[in-house]
């Protein structure tokens, strides 16, 4: 029952980082064609491939609201915080379902 429960938080935990990854990704695509639509030079080839791999940098550019910013920083924050979830729940399951190897009398 209750590493059912750490299974569930486990998968929450990892679901939640994902989804929130998503989000942040398409926000940061979002301010990146507002910067290049503004012509502002922010908008280069090595901001694009980055995107994908850490988008909450995307609050750094110019075209970015402070509201933008602040979604943006909440939604790392969220991110950090999902990841320690799944990481916890994972130990903690691992722990409830570990069974130790047979003893052998020699």
Do not use: C, H
């Amino acid at each position: 029952m209750l590493s059912t429960l750490f299974w569930a938080l486990m998968v929450a935990g990892s679901a939640a980082v994902a989804v929130l990854w998503v989000f942040a990704a398409k926000s940061g695509y979002d301010l990146l064609r507002a910067a290049q639509a503004g012509g502002t030079g922010e908008a280069t080839a090595g901001r694009w491939a980055a995107l994908p791999f850490w988008p909450f940098a995307a609050r750094g550019l110019s075209t970015a609201t402070p509201e933008e910013a602040q979604r943006l920083n909440k939604m790392m924050v969220g991110v950090i915080a999902a990841i320690l979830v799944a990481a916890g729940s994972a130990a903690v399951y691992s722990n409830l379902t570990f069974v130790p190897p047979a003893q052998t009398q020699q």
